[in-house]
């Protein structure tokens, strides 16, 4: 699909009300603070940065109240996980039975649109992320207007002569902090440990809802594909031609080797993504510590 650089900057140059959505993976491309990356894309012209980090939250909890609901309950025998697009694209394709089960759970870039459109009904919403796969997700999705990749946006960034790592060190505070869960999630098996960190508050929600679960239930049991090379798609076909065969009931799927730090539209090497956020994850809550993941 074509680059939506063009559109992006003639709606900030037209002093629309563009958000910035940057994804987990994007907040560490940069040799820069969360917030000197954010200052920068203020300086750029956005009117706000919410990052993705926030609907990740959402993804967890809904993801985690789902497999209770179906998989922990026994109405089904599994469940994959939604976040990654060309997964998802890829499982309808080659292992439709498998694909059945795929979480209907909305990813952490919808969620993030969601709760955007929410404050601000007039906003032209923009993920900045790791893949052009995901500007393929982005059409499908009501309140997702653009897609960037980070080598986009440095592209924009050395054009307007702005160095993120050069901008104030300042929290813009105009959100809540995402939490540590939440902005992992672009590490392979880091949303699957995010969905069982929120089993306790969708167990909660469940019961908020007058409706019980039950006793003996399935607890998580984990299999975890990154990448999606030749060896992982035999395995899946051979799963999907004997779904009894499947040796765990929720499988994280991410097609970039080491998950979204590993995707092709990044500029940072994996290995130095993954040194930043363990530099960031201190300075963020526990999810389990907020107290209202629902709104920004």
């Given at each position: 699909?074509?680059?939506?650089?063009?559109?992006?900057?003639?709606k900030i140059r037209q002093k629309l009300n563009v958000v910035?959505?940057?994804?987990?993976?994007?907040?560490?491309?940069?040799?820069?603070?969360?917030?000197?990356?954010?200052?920068?894309?203020?300086?750029?012209?956005?009117?706000?940065?919410?990052?993705?980090?926030?609907?990740?939250?959402?993804?967890?909890?809904?993801?985690?109240?789902?497999?209770?609901?179906?998989?922990?309950?026994?109405?089904?025998?599994?469940?994959?996980?939604?976040?990654?697009?060309?997964?998802?694209?890829?499982?309808?394709?080659?292992?439709?039975?498998?694909?059945?089960?795929?979480?209907?759970?909305?990813?952490?870039?919808?969620?993030?649109?969601?709760?955007?459109?929410?404050?601000?009904?007039?906003?032209?919403?923009?993920?900045?992320?790791?893949?052009?796969?995901?500007?393929?997700?982005?059409?499908?999705?009501?309140?997702?207007?653009?897609?960037?990749?980070?080598?986009?946006?440095?592209?924009?960034?050395?054009?307007?002569?702005?160095?993120?790592?050069?901008?104030?060190?300042?929290?813009?505070?105009?959100?809540?902090?995402?939490?540590?869960?939440?902005?992992?999630?672009?590490?392979?098996?880091?949303?699957?440990?995010?969905?069982?960190?929120?089993?306790?508050?969708?167990?909660?929600?469940?019961?908020?809802?007058?409706?019980?679960?039950?006793?003996?239930?399935?607890?998580?049991?984990?299999?975890?594909?990154?990448?999606?090379?030749?060896?992982?798609?035999?395995?899946?076909?051979?799963?999907?031609?004997?779904?009894?065969?499947?040796?765990?009931?929720?499988?994280?799927?991410?097609?970039?080797?080491?998950?979204?730090?590993?995707?092709?539209?990044?500029?940072?090497?994996?290995?130095?993504?993954?040194?930043?956020?363990?530099?960031?994850?201190?300075?963020?809550?526990?999810?389990?510590?907020?107290?209202?993941?629902?709104?920004?």
């Amino acid at each position: 699909m074509p680059s939506q650089i063009v559109d992006v900057l003639r709606k900030i140059r037209q002093k629309l009300n563009v958000v910035a959505m940057p994804a987990p993976s994007l907040m560490l491309q940069f040799d820069a603070t969360t917030n000197q990356l954010k200052q920068a894309l203020i300086k750029l012209g956005f009117s706000d940065v919410v990052e993705v980090a926030l609907g990740a939250d959402l993804t967890s909890i809904n993801e985690a109240e789902e497999f209770l609901e179906n998989v922990a309950t026994g109405k089904q025998p599994l469940m994959t996980t939604s976040c990654c697009p060309a997964w998802v694209r890829a499982v309808s394709l080659h292992a439709p039975n498998l694909g059945t089960y795929v979480s209907s759970t909305g990813s952490p870039m919808k969620y993030t649109g969601d709760l955007v459109k929410q404050r601000y009904p007039d906003a032209i919403t923009v993920f900045i992320g790791p893949c052009t796969a995901k500007r393929t997700e982005g059409i499908s999705l009501e309140n997702v207007d653009h897609v960037l990749t980070a080598e986009e946006l440095l592209c924009i960034f050395q054009a307007a002569e702005i160095d993120p790592k050069t901008m104030l060190d300042e929290e813009l505070g105009t959100t809540r902090i995402p939490s540590q869960e939440g902005s992992q999630y672009c590490q392979t098996q880091n949303v699957t440990q995010a969905v069982i960190v929120a089993v306790p508050k969708a167990s909660e929600r469940i019961k908020s809802k007058s409706q019980e679960l039950g006793e003996d239930l399935k607890e998580i049991q984990p299999i975890f594909i990154s990448p999606l090379d030749k060896r992982a798609f035999k395995q899946l076909r051979q799963w999907n031609d004997d779904i009894s065969s499947v040796p765990g009931n929720l499988i994280e799927v991410m097609c970039c080797d080491g998950g979204c730090v590993g995707g092709s539209g990044n500029i940072s090497a994996p290995q130095t993504s993954v040194a930043r956020l363990k530099t960031i994850l201190p300075k963020r809550p526990l999810f389990n510590d907020i107290e209202d993941i629902e709104n920004l």
